[in-house]
């Protein structure tokens, strides 16, 4: 062990009550750092595992014209929304070519067509708008996670019926329906009996309100599409290189091409400032008990005068002098941030076991947490910034005594 | 004139040192031109009244502040252009305090007081330097107490405590700013006894300030010092 941190460690038990008052701030700092950290990234965690497992990492929608190409047209009449200065034609007038080239992306795993359009629900108890989604139940099974989210009936019954239905929980509970039920769906002057095979519920109550999938030829026929897609829902292997995928897709596909990033924006947002605020008003407590640290390494520089000079006229240097407090502001931080990680893991896991309901952006019956390495090495890098700096003006102070002043002051 | 030139045997010297200390109208020309050296193997006393400035004089040659003006010279090489580092680096190797308050680090025991400078210069092994420093706190008398901490000894037996710590890295000098001033009659004795004993021994230059005569009698030479000046 080196002399300044055997000095170190004696100079510590000389202010024990106040350095442990510092070391259980640290460590309530470090805990409850790592526990807000890992409640607003397991809910954000969730979220996008919710929003992937229900619209995918990558939507393919509406195709691109250049403006002066499509001014130049013969007359014929497109829907078409104009965006700056690039027109988008709605829909995928070609999915299968489409779905072929964007099968050549490496990061690419499953792709699936979907033909959708605004329906009015007829059941037992009242009528409603919904949404219908045509789609290859194979296909779509491949770019969510709609296996998982059915919470009554199968999937199989309604593989089996071609005029089979998967109805969003809230609009079958609006509509009074269950599994099995009838169904009239009405859609572009036409009217047509169905039957619920299952209820899913996805958490997303948008989506739980008024989304209905069914069989896409049925689809095509009800809404009278009989060919293209009104997007690609697309799933990929790296969630995190969706952006830069769908960047590349759209330069390559001239379709437009959002990721959930884009598409999610608004709450991933709202979820980084929560993760962020947490993060900022935890840390107050660290701070805090970087300041108590910071008066009780003054207090003991002020005591150790004497010791200071006596150890430099023995030959130590003022870095040692510095290092001496230093290093007893990194063992107290060493001790805290140790001590903080074990009492943070076990407040998680204690959190993670809490019941709480929360549906609405994704649905859950517990507290969700998430545990990642990152948290614990943020929370000790807060906590070493904080009490270094809290360490660095008692240390500098010390090691700027001029010994001959300290020791003239004393004996004479 | 470069002493080391002059005599081998001196192991600490300074020529024409003025030393100032306080600020503005406070200020205080404290050493006005002092020359003094010190023998290896023999013990100096500087006496004077209080205020004289013998323990200023002292600290500047044991390189814990700097003179105004004149030089200092250990073991025949000049102090003047040398930076706070060097100076360290010659006062963890060259040079032994004791002073009047003992100043032993109170957390430590006896033993860990007196091989702290050894820990510092780094030059033997954890088993020599405990060896060392056994030794030298059984030299001074105080080998049955060596794990006791600083604050379980007496005033005496701390300054024996320190005697052996200045002692720890050998160094060829010595100073001593009242290590008997603490103390009583018979401790004096023992103390100053002990360090000239060990002086004589060890071939290193004693330098110690007092106000005894008693003791600055027993010494091998006297420089009685007034206002600022030997006399």
């Known amino acids: ?412 | 004139m470069n002493p080391a030139s002059a005599s081998l045997d001196l192991a600490i010297s300074c020529i024409g040192v003025h030393r100032y200390l306080g600020t503005g109208e406070a200020r205080v020309h404290v050493l006005r031109g002092v020359d003094f050296e010190a023998e290896r193997g023999k013990v100096h006393a500087i006496v004077g009244p209080s205020g004289c400035g013998k323990s200023t004089l002292l600290y500047l040659l044991g390189l814990l502040d700097r003179a105004d003006a004149g030089e200092v010279w250990i073991n025949g090489q000049s102090m003047s252009q040398t930076d706070d580092l060097a100076r360290t680096a010659i006062r963890c190797e060259h040079i032994g305090f004791v002073f009047q308050f003992h100043f032993l680090l109170p957390e430590f025991t006896a033993l860990e007081n007196v091989m702290m400078p050894m820990r510092k210069l780094g030059r033997l092994s954890p088993e020599h330097m405990e060896a060392r420093a056994q030794q030298l706190l059984v030299d001074v008398g105080m080998g049955d107490k060596s794990l006791r901490l600083a604050t379980q000894l007496s005033g005496g037996e701390q300054q024996r405590v320190a005697i052996a710590r200045s002692l720890a890295n050998a160094p060829a000098i010595v100073l001593a700013d009242e290590p008997t001033g603490n103390l009583d009659q018979k401790n004096s004795a023992q103390v100053f006894e002990l360090l000239c004993r060990l002086a004589r021994e060890n071939g290193q230059a004693v330098v110690l300030v007092t106000h005894n005569p008693e003791i600055a009698h027993r010494c091998d030479a006297v420089r009685p010092m007034r206002d600022g000046l030997f006399i």
């Open chain 1, 1 to 412: 062990m080196s002399p300044n941190i055997r000095i170190a460690l004696r100079f510590l038990t000389a202010k024990r009550r106040s350095m442990i008052m510092s070391l259980v701030g640290i460590v309530f700092g470090v805990g409850f750092f790592i526990v807000t950290q890992a409640q607003t990234s397991g809910f954000e965690e969730f979220f996008i595992k919710t929003i992937l497992g229900t619209n995918g990492a990558i939507r393919i929608e509406d195709s691109m014209q250049d403006t002066l190409r499509s001014m130049s047209s013969d007359g014929s009449t497109f829907d078409f929304a104009h965006r700056d200065n690039v027109r988008y034609v709605e829909g995928v007038a070609e999915p299968a070519k489409l779905a072929q080239a964007v099968a050549q992306f490496e990061n690419v795993t499953g792709i699936a067509e979907v033909v959708t359009g605004v329906t009015l629900v007829r059941g037992s108890l009242r009528n409603d708008s919904a949404r219908v989604f045509g789609v290859q139940i194979d296909d779509i099974l491949k770019v969510s996670d709609l296996s998982q989210q059915i919470v009554f009936g199968h999937l199989n019954d309604f593989r089996i019926n071609p005029t089979g239905l998967l109805v969003g929980r809230v609009l079958a509970n609006r509509l009074g329906i269950n599994v099995g039920d009838p169904i009239t769906l009405e859609a572009v002057g036409q009217m047509r009996h169905y039957r619920v095979s299952a209820i899913f519920e996805t958490g997303v109550s948008d989506i739980d309100r008024q989304r209905i999938y069914m069989h896409m030829q049925e689809c095509r026929s009800l809404l009278q599409k009989p060919n293209g897609a009104s997007f690609l829902q697309i799933a990929v292997a790296d969630r995190y290189r969706a952006t830069a995928d769908a960047a590349h897709m759209q330069e390559t596909l001239h379709h437009l091409v959002t990721p959930w990033q884009a598409r999610e924006k608004t709450w991933l947002e709202v979820f980084r400032a929560l993760r962020v605020s947490s993060a900022l008003t935890v840390s107050t407590i660290i701070l805090i008990s970087g300041l108590g640290m910071f008066n009780t390494l003054a207090m003991i520089v002020m005591e150790k005068t004497k010791e200071i000079s006596i150890l430099r006229s023995m030959g130590y240097t003022r870095k040692d002098i510095a290092h001496i407090f230093l290093w007893q502001g990194a063992i107290v931080l060493i001790g805290g941030v140790i001590l903080g990680w074990i009492f943070g893991a076990a407040i998680t896991y204690g959190v993670s076991r809490l019941p709480i309901r929360i549906r609405g952006i994704f649905s859950t019956d517990s507290f969700v947490v998430a545990w990642s390495v990152w948290h614990y090495l943020a929370a000790a890098t807060t906590a070493g910034v904080v009490v270094m700096l809290a360490s660095f003006i008692p240390a500098r102070r010390a090691a700027r005594l001029e010994p001959g002043d300290v020791i003239r002051g004393t004996s004479q």
